[in-house]
């Protein structure tokens, strides 16, 4: 695997790009709102947030006092949701919607 590769993997690097990126968009309320009975619940947004700062499962857990089982319930919710496939692609939707 080539090292742009491997550095995509994770969300940390992935998010910094993500936010030096001219196009990144401010339109996560457009999207909650074009999507009110299927777009993210308040509580998988501050979730999302946490997540794109590269907060871990049971971080993100503890700093909103829910068990980690719940958090990847959530994120799996966001990834339903929003037709993504993983956490880092969850970050960088989050970075280019203005969550984070």
Do not use: D
């Given at each position: ?28 309320a457009?999207?909650?709102?074009l999507?009110?009975?299927h ?46 496939t ?15």
């Amino acid at each position: 695997m080539s090292a742009a590769l491997e550095e995509l993997s994770y969300p940390r690097f992935t998010v910094q790009c993500c936010r030096a990126c001219p196009l990144r968009s401010n339109a996560v309320a457009a999207v909650v709102q074009l999507m009110p009975r299927h777009g993210p619940t308040e509580r998988e947004l501050s979730i999302v947030r946490l997540l794109a700062e590269g907060l871990s499962n049971p971080e993100i857990g503890k700093r909103l006092w829910i068990a980690e089982q719940t958090v990847k319930f959530h994120i799996t919710g966001v990834n339903r949701k929003l037709r993504l496939t993983n956490r880092t692609a969850v970050a960088v939707w989050a970075v280019r919607n203005g969550l984070a």
